[in-house]
């Protein structure tokens, strides 16, 4: 099973702030890997596909990068609906593994 | 518009049995790869199962294989999940979410399962 880490745990940010979140892979997912976007009680939300592609309607201050192990996530200038969880997830393998999130909070 | 309706959580004992259900309109069901997934109170998520168009290719996550089955019926634009032998550790708020492969690009906004004596 492939092992998604990410970092930090936690980024603690003001609104139009730019964000960076990191994903690491314990092996090569290729670009397979996707990043969704969790608010309290709500289900997840897809942001990213395929490593570097926007899903329809996601706001082009969102950007993902990488391939094979390292992918970063980041939000150009946070706006204050971006403040939620972050979570990624490999497609490499099967099962689809997500990494723990990193928390984005205002500070 | 996608839409997404899971029913079918409660509260109920180790080892007892639970069906759910999600109700799938504004899109193409019987060519989507359906998935579920979970997440623990205050804890990620977890992808469960998946099950392709046919009904017929279908993935477990090691911890629930031969406890739970994912099946759908393209009739009824409906996806299910059958959870039997329940643990504690089952207990978490389950989603199905429309699969395209790459990703999960829509989710229902979740049912909560929780397994408790």
């Known amino acids: 099973e492939i092992v998604l880490t990410q970092s930090p745990a936690t980024l603690s940010l003001s609104p139009g702030g730019r964000a960076t979140l990191s994903c690491r892979a314990s092996?090569?997912?290729?670009?397979?890997l996707a990043w969704y976007q969790q608010k309290p009680g709500q289900a997840p939300r897809l942001l990213i596909y395929?490593?570097?592609n926007r899903a329809t309607g996601v706001p082009a201050r969102f950007s993902g990068s990488g391939s094979g192990t390292d992918f970063t996530l980041t939000i150009s200038s946070l706006e204050p609906e971006d403040f939620a969880v972050y979570y990624c997830q490999q497609r490499g393998d099967w099962p689809g593994t997500f990494g723990p999130g990193t928390k984005v909070n205002i500070k | 518009e996608v839409q997404l309706v899971e029913s079918g959580g409660g509260l109920l004992q180790p080892g007892g049995s639970l069906r759910l259900s999600c109700a799938a309109s504004?899109?193409?069901?019987?060519?989507?790869?359906m998935s579920w997934v979970r997440q623990a109170p205050g804890k990620g998520l977890e992808w469960v199962a998946n099950i392709k168009q046919d009904g017929i290719e279908i993935y477990y996550v090691d911890s629930v294989k031969g406890r739970f089955i994912i099946s759908r019926d393209n009739a009824k634009k409906s996806l299910y999940l059958q959870m039997n032998s329940l643990r504690a550790e089952d207990t978490a708020v389950y989603y199905c979410a429309r699969d395209v492969v790459s990703a999960m690009d829509s989710w229902g906004q979740g049912t909560l399962v929780t397994v408790s004596s």
């Open positions: 395929d490593a570097s």
């Open positions: 504004g899109f193409n069901f019987s060519n989507s790869w």
């Open positions: 092996r090569s997912v290729s670009s397979y």
